[in-house]
């Protein structure tokens, strides 16, 4: 091969690097980013979550602690199921515990979250659902079952001084329905019942 048909192929494959690099690097990356912008703003944005101030306080897909600095659960809150990620919602560090259901340390675990869940709640042990003591997969499920956040409307309702009614209906107008209506389960976001929580409180 001689110098000159080398140096073309050289060429040809520089150009096509370069073609690709602004087709595929550039403008298909701004044409996503701008459809989702115009299309999609919320969810672009990481669904971000706003306080009645207007400060984003986290994002609807990503669940939370609603802790003291200590880790003591605050009883004027609404809880999140249980997290494995990290030291618990650690957002770079997304796991289970992959503990297999007859681990010790899970039964312990499960035992002493019940338990503390009953207690706080004031409730028997056996109407604690398995959310309320059980890790997700990922470990920040931000989700947690209609019949865990209406177990807990009590203690919340007590510690803010509120109509335990008013508290329940608050529960149950943030019930989200099955996906397409039959795929999954109701769930509700702790994050956006603590934020509509927050308002009904001032």
């Keep these: 091969m001689n110098t000159r048909t080398l140096a073309?192929?050289?060429?040809?494959?520089?150009?096509?690097?370069?073609?690709?690099?602004?087709?595929?690097?550039?403008a298909y990356t701004a044409a996503v980013t701008g459809v989702g912008q115009l299309v999609f703003p919320h969810q672009a944005n990481g669904s971000t979550a706003s306080a009645a101030s207007g400060r984003i306080v986290g994002s609807s897909l990503i669940g939370q602690s609603f802790t003291s600095p200590s880790g003591k659960a605050l009883p004027?809150?609404?809880?999140?199921?249980?997290?494995?990620?990290?030291?618990?919602?650690?957002?770079?560090?997304?796991?289970?515990?992959?503990?297999?259901?007859?681990?010790?340390?899970?039964?312990a675990a499960v035992k002493?979250?019940?338990?503390?869940?009953?207690?706080?709640?004031?409730?028997?042990?056996?109407?604690?659902?398995?959310?309320?003591?059980?890790?997700?997969?990922?470990?920040?499920?931000?989700?947690?079952?209609?019949?865990?956040?209406?177990?807990?409307?009590?203690?919340?309702?007590?510690?803010?001084?509120?109509?335990?009614s008013v508290v329940h209906k608050l529960v149950e107008s943030k019930i989200?329905?099955?996906?397409?209506?039959y795929l999954g389960e109701q769930t509700v976001n702790v994050l956006e019942l603590n934020i509509a929580l927050a308002s009904l409180s001032r």
């Design 8 to 26: 073309r192929q050289w060429w040809v494959a520089i150009r096509a690097m370069l073609v690709f690099t602004v087709v595929l690097g550039i």
């Design 76 to 107: 004027g809150w609404f809880q999140s199921r249980p997290s494995a990620a990290g030291k618990g919602y650690d957002a770079t560090a997304s796991s289970a515990s992959n503990y297999g259901p007859d681990s010790p340390d899970l039964v």
């Design 112 to 164: 002493a979250r019940r338990a503390a869940v009953a207690a706080s709640d004031g409730v028997p042990l056996s109407r604690v659902p398995a959310d309320a003591v059980t890790a997700s997969g990922s470990g920040l499920d931000p989700d947690i079952s209609p019949a865990y956040a209406l177990l807990q409307v009590d203690r919340v309702a007590h510690t803010r001084g509120l109509s335990t």
């Design 176 to 181: 989200e329905g099955r996906e397409a209506g």
